[in-house]
């Protein structure tokens, strides 16, 4: 049975509003006021739920882009029987999706330097961003070291970097030029991972 759309709760009906019209208008054009619109609420009913419009993203991110889950549970969870590098390189493929998600959403934020300050203050106020990412990776990294897995003069924050920057870097080769620039994810995922693990395993 179908649920409609008035019946679902307004924080939901709300997010789902912010989803589409990031996707469809872009999040430069997105506005409270339209969101509120679109899910059938007032203004000061988003204000309610959401701090601001940087929340509303930051949720729509986490929260609707496949790969988010799975990623954020890659880098929270301990596998202490699993190799290290195996683990690498499922974080490796799923930071791989998740940024291809992501850059689409984030692009328009670019194109106006008034409106990328003001989304940083408004993410700032929330306490998080793009950085959270890259943190967790490396406290991941941290307790594998902690562990004895990597080698003792491994830096986890550099290993972080350089994982993540090369799953950013691979999105950004896949929007910008097209898919036959890049290496497919399931061939690009292991040789990443099969590559960091080189220097700090």
């Known amino acids: 049975m179908l ?21 469809t208008i872009g999040l430069a054009n997105t506005t409270t006021k339209a969101i509120a619109r679109e899910a059938g609420c007032s203004e000061a009913a988003l204000y309610k739920y959401y701090a601001n419009k940087e929340e509303l993203f930051v949720r729509v991110l986490m929260e609707r882009t496949p790969n988010a889950g799975p990623l954020m549970a ?27 998600d992501a850059m689409p959403l984030a692009a328009s934020l670019f194109a106006e330097p008034a409106l990328l300050t003001r989304h940083r203050e408004g993410v700032r106020q929330i306490g998080t961003g793009p950085h959270v ?14 562990a004895g897995r990597l080698r003792p003069d491994a830096d986890p924050e550099a290993a972080a ?14 929007h910008f030029s097209g898919e036959d620039v890049v290496t497919p994810v399931e061939e690009f995922a292991p040789a990443v991972a099969r590559t960091l693990w080189a220097a700090i395993g």
């Open 133 to 146: 990412v890259r943190d967790a990776l490396a406290r991941h990294l941290r307790r594998e070291l902690d």
């Open 74 to 100: 890659e880098l929270t969870a301990e596998h202490p029987r699993r190799p290290v590098q195996e683990g690498l390189t499922a974080i490796a493929r799923h930071a791989a999706h998740f940024y291809a």
């Open 3 to 23: 649920t409609s759309k008035s019946s679902r709760p307004t924080p939901e009906r709300l997010l789902d509003a912010a989803e589409k019209l990031m996707r």
């Open 161 to 174: 970097a350089l994982l993540l920057g090369a799953c950013f870097q691979r999105a950004f080769f896949l």
